[in-house]
């Protein structure tokens, strides 16, 4: 049996690995400032969009690159998260998924739009967990 206290740090950890899917979805959808984006990534990430059409892109330095040059060229962004999983979650290593729908246009207004599954892994850096680990997989078709 677990104590009270394991099951309030349970459910600490859980409202935590949301809330970084959360605030990473937020700084995205206002098109400000990359640095303000990639705050939640580690500096090794793997992130994979592949899935969709988009690149793959290894550690932050080029997300921070990757990130600069979508807040220039698109003009709207908003993602909406739902479903959000957790599949495995430890000390100092977590791995969740939610489904999103995410759409925008761009300052050429071109429109882009995706139905996907974000796969997670997440890593406890001191006292804050950053994702490690970010794939897409297509819920629908994509354009």
């Not at 705050?39 to 690159?65: C, M």
């Not at 974000?118 to 804050?128: F, V």
Request: net charge negative; proline share 2%; aromatic share 12%.
């Amino acid at each position: 049996m677990t104590t009270l206290e394991q099951r309030i740090q349970d459910i600490e950890n859980r409202q935590a690995l949301n809330d970084v899917l959360t605030n990473y979805i937020v700084e995205l959808d206002s098109l400000n400032n990359a640095d303000d984006i990639v705050r939640y990534f580690t500096d090794n990430v793997s992130y994979d969009l592949s899935g969709i059409n988009y690149p793959k892109l290894k550690g932050k330095t080029a997300l921070l690159e990757f990130f600069n040059e979508v807040i220039k060229t698109m003009s709207h962004n908003a993602h909406y998260a739902t479903n959000f999983k957790i599949d495995l979650l430890s000390e100092n290593v977590a791995k969740a998924r939610a489904h999103i729908i995410g759409m925008g246009y761009s300052k050429e207004n071109q429109r882009v739009q995706f139905h996907v599954q974000y796969q997670l892994g997440y890593q406890r850096i001191s006292t804050e967990w950053l994702i490690n680990e970010f794939s897409v997989i297509p819920l629908m078709p994509f354009d």
